[in-house]
């Protein structure tokens, strides 16, 4: 059964590197708590498609709930459809239908020492979680942070300002391939051995979970501080019937009209995602 999905405008659109853009949803006052989340929850998106009608993708917060806003950071796949058709397509005004926020990936206590492994894109979640326990816990963080190189590091600017702020909790350990190659899982419990007493969080591609996941297996870490989150495409349509979005994406549509004049949103194509905030 089709989850409630509601249609929301996009409030802000950051390129935060050649490859990764955050957008910014605007939540009107009614729909605040039904849009409420804990730092690492996702929003699934409906993205148009003229192939398939929509292609359902989930995306991480990366903003804190206190802060009040609702971003997502959507990295590039080479060749995905829908993270390339959102860095590509999306602007401030436009609109998405999106399912309201989901998860497990978040911590139980925000005054828990964590340990936080992120990979690329696996940063978004661990972003939230990062700044929430900064923000409204008391523990300490160490973040180990693998890129590819320092230019496809996303946030390297909100982490260095918090790494001021909070120098005698939180330590940010940048790895970047180009310069030390993939981290291997030796060297993940090297360092993970000094925080063996922490709780864990993991989010980036397979191969660096794994690494990270068996370092902390070898070092003992139970399950229950053992988090991990997978960034892989929904196969399904948790939107409901397909043919009855296009319809209702159309009478949005016509009714979006009159106003395309007023705001500085661009046209999409007719398609789920076209329409005013609501149900
Ligand atoms: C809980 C969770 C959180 C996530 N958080 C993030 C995050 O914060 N940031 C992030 O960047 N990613 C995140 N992801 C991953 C994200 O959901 C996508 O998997 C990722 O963006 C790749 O999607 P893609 O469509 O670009 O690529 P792919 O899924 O690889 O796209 C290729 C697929 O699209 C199909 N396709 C091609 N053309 C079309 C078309 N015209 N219409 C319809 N389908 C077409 C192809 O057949 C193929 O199946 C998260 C995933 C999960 C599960």
Redesign the pocket.
């Known amino acids: 059964m089709a989850t409630e999905s509601f249609v929301l405008r996009v409030l802000d659109v950051v390129e935060e590197t050649a490859e990764?853009h955050s957008i910014v949803f605007e939540v009107p006052d009614g729909l605040a708590d039904r849009f409420s989340y804990t730092p690492g929850q996702?929003l699934t998106v409906a993205v148009p498609?003229?192939?398939?009608g929509l292609?359902a993708?989930?995306?991480?917060l990366?903003s804190a709930p206190h802060s009040g806003l609702h971003r997502?950071?959507?990295?590039r796949?080479p060749?995905?459809?829908?993270?390339?058709w959102i860095c590509d397509n999306l602007r401030v005004g436009d609109t998405l239908r999106v399912l309201p926020p989901s998860?497990i990936f978040t911590p139980r206590d925000l005054d828990a020492d964590l340990l936080l492994f992120a990979g690329g894109?696996g940063i978004?979640?661990v972003m939230s979680i990062t700044r929430t326990a900064l923000e409204k816990g008391h523990g300490n963080v160490v973040l180990f942070y693998a890129n590819r190189d320092s230019s496809s590091v996303v946030f390297a600017g909100e982490l260095a300002a918090l790494s001021r702020e909070y120098a005698d909790r939180l330590v940010v350990v940048h790895w970047l391939e180009s310069v030390q190659g993939l981290p291997s899982q030796d060297q993940l419990k090297a360092f993970a051995t000094y925080f063996s007493g922490f709780t864990a969080f993991v989010c980036g591609p397979a191969p660096f979970m794994r690494a990270v996941v068996g370092s902390l297996k070898e070092l003992g870490f139970p399950r229950d501080r053992r988090h991990q989150?997978?960034?892989?495409?929904?196969g399904g349509n948790p939107f409901g019937d397909i043919e009855e979005m296009r319809a209702a994406a159309m009478t949005l549509a016509e009714a979006d009209d009159h106003d395309d004049d007023d705001n500085d949103g661009h046209s999409l194509a007719a398609g789920p995602g076209r329409g005013r905030a609501g149900g």
């Open positions: 990764a996702f498609s003229d192939r398939t292609a993708r989930c995306y991480s990366s997502i950071t959507v990295k796949t060749d995905g459809y829908a993270s390339n998860g894109s978004t979640p989150e997978k960034f892989v495409s929904l």
